[in-house]
Nanobody
Framework: QVQLVESGGGLVQAGGSLRLSCAAS????????TGWFRQAPGKEREFVAA????????YYADSVKGRFTISRDNAKNTVYLQQNSLRPEDTAVYYC?????????????????????WGQGTQVTVSS
């Protein structure tokens, strides 16, 4: 089992920045990829960014490219999501997810159902 705990959410004005953290514990050696998803009220959960734990390859949704950066600290078993130039439409609950399928070591998934473990979420609110 893997446990994920997100932190770093909050209220920020448009144009501001936040850094979200996702700390993993438990069977962390089984994690091959970590992703961030978000869900706004009345909307479906959507992919934001993902990173491979082996080679560090990153993937982003078009809506956040150039503004968000995903990174990892293997020693701390932590994945970060640096959010810059935030917009009101970025307002959502952000979830961290981990995949433990070895196939995802090189082909990082961008769909929610391929992830096995989820955190409780952290709220990001961007005011205009």
């Amino acid at each position: 089992q893997v446990q994920l705990v997100e932190s770093g959410g909050g209220l920020v004005q448009a144009g501001g920045s936040l850094r979200l953290s996702c700390a993993a514990s438990g069977r962390t050696l089984s994690i091959y990829a970590t992703g961030w998803f978000r869900q706004a009220p009345g909307k479906e959960r959507e992919f934001v960014a993902a990173i491979s734990w082996s080679d560090g390859n990153t993937y982003y949704a078009d809506s956040v490219k150039g503004r968000f950066t995903i990174s990892r600290d293997n020693a701390k078993n932590t994945v970060y999501l640096q959010q810059n130039s935030l917009r009101p439409e970025d307002t959502a609950v952000y979830y961290c997810a981990a995949a433990d399928e070895e196939a995802y070591k090189t082909v990082v998934p961008t769909t929610a159902y391929k992830y096995d473990y989820w955190g409780q979420g952290t709220q990001v609110t961007v005011s205009s």
